[in-house]
């Protein structure tokens, strides 16, 4: 019977140890997962909210330009040209990345020098930061004395 229970315990020793391999592996898997998501979420807000700008000025040809030609077109080029280099399924994804990566910089191009100058703009701001804080101040003690 020893042979039996320690053959089991090893078993179970096997079982665990994969297991926890598993899980942490898993985890840190997800993790990464996560952080490349949250990274890529960023390169295609920023993309959206500049395209979404150019809309703004009701001028819907920079929107054309920069969303449905240049991306799908940079695209579809960069996916056939790195797949002819032979770098595969990691090519065709890297290009949909850079395609992604490009597309605000084309947008803010046009939002820029076509409809608004954003750098170069004769506006100035008015600083509010001393009223601004004063109003939510006391916005703040209001709410501490209705609790």
Not at 2 to 17: C, F, G, H, T
Not at 34 to 57: D, E, H, K, P
Not at 94 to 103: G, P, R
Request: hydrophobic residues 55%; charged residues 15%; contains cysteine.
């Amino acid at each position: 019977m020893p042979d039996e229970e320690s053959y089991l315990n090893e078993s179970l020793r096997k079982i665990a140890k994969g297991a926890g391999i598993g899980f942490t592996g898993a985890f840190i898997g997800m993790a990464f997962g996560y952080f490349s998501r949250i990274v890529i979420a960023r390169f295609f807000v920023l993309a959206q909210n500049l395209v979404s700008s150019t809309i703004g000025f009701q001028d819907l040809r920079y929107k054309v330009y920069v969303k449905d030609l240049f991306q799908n077109t940079f695209k579809l080029a960069a996916i056939v040209a790195l797949l002819l280099l032979g770098f595969g399924v990691l090519g065709a994804a890297w290009s949909w990345v850079l395609a992604i990566m490009l597309t605000p910089f084309l947008a803010l191009y046009f939002l820029d020098k076509k409809l608004f100058p954003v750098f170069h703009s004769k506006i100035k701001s008015i600083l509010v930061e001393k009223e601004l804080f004063s109003f939510s101040f006391l916005c703040y003690l209001l709410v501490l004395q209705v609790y």
